[in-house]
């Protein structure tokens, strides 16, 4: 089997004995960034003393789940149950940041939530 862009392993990182190509990076940072929304959450109800959702939540949310999802879908794993997995959190994601936008306009006052 021949790989070819993306599957080729990175070679700046054969120093740490770990087999990485450019669609596994793009699945970790996927990973990454949508378990880090979290945190952006967490940070933002603390700030504001009661349950917050800000955007950012969900633009981590979208751009989380699809990078992951595409790691699933065009890399070598083509792994149907990541695909499955991804597929809906990108899709309700996307809903809820375009409710958000609707609901709260796209400049709204930072002091709102």
């Keep these: 089997m021949e790989l070819h862009g993306l599957d080729q ?8 004995g770990l087999h990485v190509t450019g669609w596994k ?4 940072t ?18 504001a003393g009661k349950p917050v959702i800000p955007r950012l939540f969900w633009y981590m949310s979208v751009v989380g789940s699809l990078m992951t999802l595409s790691y699933f879908l065009f ?11 991804n597929l ?14 609707q609901h709260r306009g796209w400049k709204r006052d930072k002091a709102q939530h």
Excluded: E, H, N
């Design 9 to 16: 392993p990175l070679t700046w990182l054969y120093w740490t």
């Design 25 to 28: 990076l793009i699945g970790y």
């Design 30 to 47: 996927g990973a990454l960034m949508f378990g880090g929304r979290w945190l952006v959450q967490f940070i933002a109800s603390r700030r």
């Design 75 to 85: 890399s070598a794993k083509q792994d149907s149950v990541g695909v499955l997995q």
């Design 88 to 101: 809906f959190p990108a899709f309700t994601a996307l809903y809820s940041l375009k409710l958000d936008i």
